[in-house]
């Protein structure tokens, strides 16, 4: 895994990305969906406890995650946030090749302050997401009371360009109400854009995955019902995304330009010249290998098999095989 | 986040720390359990779907997580990686108040050839863990032959000194069969060491997560019965460990030496010139303030109100605070 | 078990009651929460598939469960429905210590067009349920034009004593649309009636549990995602009327009328008469007894002991144990 | 639901049958699993708690429940008990068809002494279960000690024949030791009979559903962590007898005998006269049904459709459909 960390073009603004590795061993995480988070705290604060422990979460299901620490007090002055939130959705996507991410997955998740300022991106982004999660947010006009600055209603934003939606709230929430939400999915439903809402009869404000690890250490920030959010969510994001792929061995064939190490065994046994190859350096493989094998590149079985190649061999066998030529079918 | 690498003593092993960040809103995660994972690979590889994916899982639940790559091939005669995991468990040990870890509360977790060293390290080591997590482990003496060196058969080393484990496996696993589990469960019975175990009919070897993301892109790679491994796991670890502290607002006070901006609005609150100080300042806070302040440090406060002090008068009040003397009751 | 059927007043019209066996076992299950069913079927049939595998769910859980089968077609007139199901809740609060029903546990469960009988008695009923639950529920009056009758809309009719309501629905809903629920949901809003809402995006209408049970075999009738509903739903109750005791050991002790068979073991250890007694007849149960002992009846312990004691001797300790006296602290 | 009682053979033994209703709309439900259950009580007693509770839990997942109250005490010298087991495997099978029973998925579900007659009858009976499901079983010979007569260790009469089994079982339990799951656990993998265990560590003996309504009130019989095991057991048995169809528009055509209401719309579609009798009597039907309706009977269809059709129309409808000849293709 990779931390890297980037100021933006506001002071004070930085984003911060979590980067999974890739490996040979995983050929199919090569386009991972991507979450960018935006932290609550009234545009005052950006709540350590909606950062990190919910970039971990993100990760844990296989996704890269990004931190987007933005304007705040003074500098808060709408449009500056949804500035900043616009400038990194154009670094996400920018950089998605590079970061292993596909670039029509990337979700963005807000809660409170943050979910405004998520709901403003997903319905007045100059680059949208493909995906919005909304964690009690602000979205009425009216709740511009408790922000340094006024900010747009954004329920009155949404069009049918607003992206699938995911929400919770508690009914409880006596600093954002309930009704926010509601309206929310009223106007979602007036543009028909699909969405999930839960909406929990207890627990305060400000839970954030709603367990211990971000409870302040406090009884009232952890509700067992209200941590069901995280698990409902990826759940839709599977779905609204799709699973990341495990039937490589049913895909349609990759062209092969060239025969080498990092081509599937699959490909390779096609070409008897290669098979031969193969045989002839490496006879455990055995001429049926296990079906599985055939969707893996042959330099992983190598490397698996352990010493029955050393370094010297697998380079000679990496050449041969580069040598022979592919004849397209 | 941080993550570290380390180049331990023996040529070409390193082991690589993922470390959450703390937080002052996060007062209760100063002291994180942490779990040491050992990838397996035949003693001839370390598998990277049982590395960064497993680390990510954990340090969702709040743990810091360590991987190492240890001593493989050639390099890999008995007790060499046993050494490795010693010198690692060691380091981690000898970093714990800086890493924000829980000296007691540092567990092992290896799948396949990684769970012999794991086992290994939990009978055997030094430096013992505090519990051990085992994924279709290699237990028996005859695994050997699977081996490039001989190793010890771990089930004839179980001690009472051996710490609670966790152990889950695939009846179907034809690579490294169930016998080996039951063989350590047998010997973990007869020595009164608790343990939990899960035994799945269905799963081949090497599922690591079971989930697509692990899978190599293999359908046969994905278990979702096997995939319950995970959250069995971590309901087991909050059973050995404990969870985090979620009741501050009930715990004996700490002792105050000093006032100041770092300390609990409860404890301030008792003292009336820190009180008066305090609602000179900041009048919003009001003569009762809400119970679940009482618990958060008058800094954290400070920060979430937003523009209410600015830099210069927080220093103030800071100052001033430190100027009271403590009277102990 | 027992399966009870009662043909209220009007024609057609059957309750169909199932109701749990008590056993001296389970001294905490003698007042159980019950729930009364409204299958859907737009005012003109009742699902099958609405009906008993609910009612399953709800024993599995330990509740009473009722069917109600209430007027169709052009029997339906309302109030004409709305009186059946005044009915049948009159009936089972009236049997309640019969049928070791909790009087003020009674929840209304309702899909489709039972889900606006259920709210119709939850808001204007002469007998209001304690618990309201709500499966794609018609709300709006609107929805009269799919029904045989007009229908008032239960959204206007919301109070401050409309009981606590969970509520589940498909955005997907092509014939009963989501609009509905959010209705019902910005007017409990309104009166500050507690809710718990989940909103799914995928999903037709009617899908009843939405496994595949309830199926009747089509693939579009099995929706993992929102077959989550009923044990959020089971979470949710639980919340709301609580849970069953588990600390009958720690319970204020009953007050003794008599001593016998059907006392506490702990009760009658604490009369020294008894406990002779008792030691006489059956040595086996020694000087301290185990704790958990002491929350259970003496005759459930013989029956469990076995032949210990045969049905003559039994008889004679029982008589012998009414003959003590009790003297009250 | 009916609920059926036989007298067996022998003296106080008793078979409870719990039936689910068949529908029309359910008919992907007319070839349900079965589950035989044998309560506890160490051959002195048939707990309740671990008798009709675990009967619901099965109902819920549409299976049909049975429980065995089979021979005691005195009447329990081996084989009695086990003849009582294969009385009422014996009256199931023959009723299979009668009480809508798939005959070869009928799963014997036994705890503590009642598992091990649920062993004996998996590995000696006459009539073997298809699927065996043990808690906290008693397996070893030597467990005679507690009972009121020896019986045979069952793990030494594990053959290939045994069905797969299902085995939970608690570190802690002082009364049956873990050592006897281990023991038919090793049994089984001795006969490849493939096999599921979870064993948890913490619990006490006889926690049946280790929830509160199996609890008798104590706090130490109600174990969130064990109480896992009946949803681990259910996927796992639905892996076993496979899920209830819900591809029925996917399945081959069953062959139609007859027209009438009974017959699929999709089946009546495809012939023309049917088609035009049909849209001739209820043209609201439309030329081109919804698809998922072909699925369904027609008589199905109209009773939801209501009023469309009074009885005597659909009467005459089903006598026109029934002289229309079929002719196979």
């Known amino acids: 895994m990779k931390v890297l960390s980037y100021d933006l073009s506001n002071t004070n603004v930085t984003l911060t990305g979590y980067l999974l590795d890739s490996s040979p061993e995983m050929p ?4 991972r969906p991507a979450v960018l988070i935006l932290p609550g705290g009234g545009y005052r604060a950006c709540s350590d406890r909606e950062a990190e422990p919910i970039a971990m979460a993100f990760l844990a299901e296989g996704y890269q995650a990004f931190i987007l620490r933005y304007s705040l ?3 808060a002055a709408f449009p500056q946030p949804l500035n900043d939130a616009e400038e990194a959705m154009k670094l996400i996507r920018t950089h998605s090749a590079e970061w292993d991410i596909h670039p029509q997955k990337i979700a963005v998740c807000g809660f409170s302050a943050g979910g405004h300022l998520a709901a403003a991106l997903s319905t007045m982004g100059s680059d949208r997401p493909d995906a919005l999660i909304l964690g009690y947010p602000c979205i009425l006009e009216e709740m511009s009371a408790i922000f340094p600055n006024p900010v747009p209603g954004v329920d009155q934003k949404v069009d049918h360009l607003t992206p699938p939606t995911f929400i919770f709230h ?4 006596k600093l954002v109400p309930v009704s926010n939400s509601l309206a929310f999915a009223d ?3 007036r543009q028909n854009v699909p969405f999930e809402m839960h909406i929990f009869p207890t627990g305060t404000h400000g839970l954030s995955l709603a367990r211990p690890q971000t409870s302040m250490g406090l009884i009232s920030m952890v509700e067992p019902s209200v941590a069901q959010w995280f698990s409902l969510c990826t759940n839709w994001m599977t779905r609204v995304f799709g699973e990341f792929a495990a039937d490589l061995e049913h895909l349609p064939e990759e062209e092969v330009l060239e025969y080498s190490l990092d081509v599937k065994l699959g490909a390779l046994w096609k070409n008897d010249s ?5 045989l002839a350096a490496m006879p455990e493989i055995g001429e049926e290998p296990h079906p599985d094998a055939m969707g893996v590149p042959l330099g992983v079985i190598i490397e698996y098999a352990g010493d029955v190649l050393n370094e ?3 380079m000679q066998l990496n050449d041969s095989l580069r040598q022979i030529p592919v004849i397209h079918s």
């Open 28 to 31: 199919n995480m090569k386009q």
């Open 73 to 75: 007090n003074q500098d």
């Open 170 to 173: 508690t009914f409880d929430d």
């Open 187 to 189: 106007a979602l439903t």
């Open 274 to 278: 290669c098979k031969m190859l193969i």
């Open 312 to 314: 010297e061999k697998k």
